[in-house]
């Protein structure tokens, strides 16, 4: 029996497609995104928006990135229903950028830390954990969360000046008792839960809102979707205060923008002689040599500056 000339045509065809296909995959290998890092590592000219990336166990999960020169910062969407790996989010615990969109869908942004008091205290960001700092009212009632940690417990738990840092200005308290909360909590609350525990009560305060009246106002071609932003709760204590997104009648979420920033290899000053260094990813630099000297890292006496290559 022979194939008549249709089957024959689809046939080879199909091969055709095969053959590309195994062209392709050999010549490009498409690695798994774990983060807007991985991403921008992919595409040094990938335009700020939504994104899926993959936890640890691949199992995907969406994005805001907003990338920078060799920089950027991750929001998580709170729709996400899988396991967040955090870690795989951020390299730097210097400071955090925290967004909140209003009730009239103007979005600001603010740069978020410890006050000039701890220089050296690292944030702590976690996902639906608390390591070492105080849990949140709300914990258990509307998980998972991200956790934003300023002082831990054993930082916290002294009657001393304490607060929060927001786009270059202190907001300082002074720690009346001792208490150790100091935390900013995102809660993805997929049930739509209402708060428990101080809420009725306790404790809005000056502090409970500088965040919002400090932040920059975000150009709308900047603004994240909706999916993007939160409900919070943030306590100092004791007399810090205590605030659940209620308190803010003109405030419809806040969002958690983690920030990743890439290996400089001209950190460790790899240039010689006083050569000049300049990089192009995590591991590529290059020297420019002064007169008089040459090679990689102008290490070697020469007749005339050249540029080094490595990478
Ligand atoms: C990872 O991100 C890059 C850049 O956006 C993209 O081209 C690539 O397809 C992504 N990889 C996967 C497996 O999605
Ligand atoms: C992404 O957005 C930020 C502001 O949120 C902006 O400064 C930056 O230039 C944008 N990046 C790109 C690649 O458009």
């Given at each position: ?27 490009f290998v498409d690695a798994v995104n774990h983060s807007c890092k991985d991403i921008y590592l992919a595409n040094p000219s990938a335009?700020?928006?939504?994104y899926?990336i ?11 990135c907003?990338f ?194 890439l ?18 990813d995590e ?29």
């Open positions: 029996m022979t194939p008549d000339k249709k089957t024959l045509r689809k046939n080879s065809s199909t091969m055709f497609v095969l053959l590309l296909l195994s062209v392709f995959a050999l010549s335009t700020n928006g939504t899926t993959q936890n640890r166990k691949n199992q995907p999960y969406k994005v805001y907003e920078h020169n060799k920089f950027g910062y991750t929001y998580v969407s709170k729709n996400t229903a899988v396991e967040v790996n955090i870690n795989d989010l951020f390299t730097t615990q210097a400071h955090v950028k925290v967004r909140h969109v209003k009730a009239n869908g103007v979005q600001a942004e603010t740069i978020m830390e410890n006050i000039k008091n701890y220089p050296n205290q690292p944030l702590g960001i976690f996902y639906n954990r608390h390591d070492g700092y105080a849990a949140s009212v709300n914990a258990a009632n509307l998980a998972p969360y991200l956790y934003l940690g300023f002082l831990p417990i054993s930082v916290a738990n002294h009657a001393n000046p304490q607060g929060y840092r927001s786009n270059g200005h202190d907001f300082v308290f002074v720690n009346c008792d001792r208490n150790p909360n100091s935390y900013f909590v995102f809660y993805f609350n997929p049930n739509h839960k209402l708060p428990i525990g101080y809420v009725n009560r306790c404790c809005e305060s000056t502090l409970m809102h500088s965040w919002i009246t400090t932040a920059t106002p975000l150009p709308p071609a900047h603004n994240m979707p909706d999916e993007f932003y939160f409900d919070y709760e943030i306590h100092f204590g004791g007399c810090g205060g205590y605030a659940f997104i209620h308190h803010h009648n003109d405030i419809n979420g806040a969002s958690l923008g983690v920030r990743f920033e290996a400089d290899p001209c950190k460790s000053s790899p240039c010689q002689n006083g050569g000049s260094c300049f990089s192009e591991t590529a630099f290059f020297c420019e040599c002064p007169e008089g000297f040459i090679g990689e890292t102008c290490n070697v006496k020469g007749d005339h500056g050249n540029m080094g290559i490595i990478g």
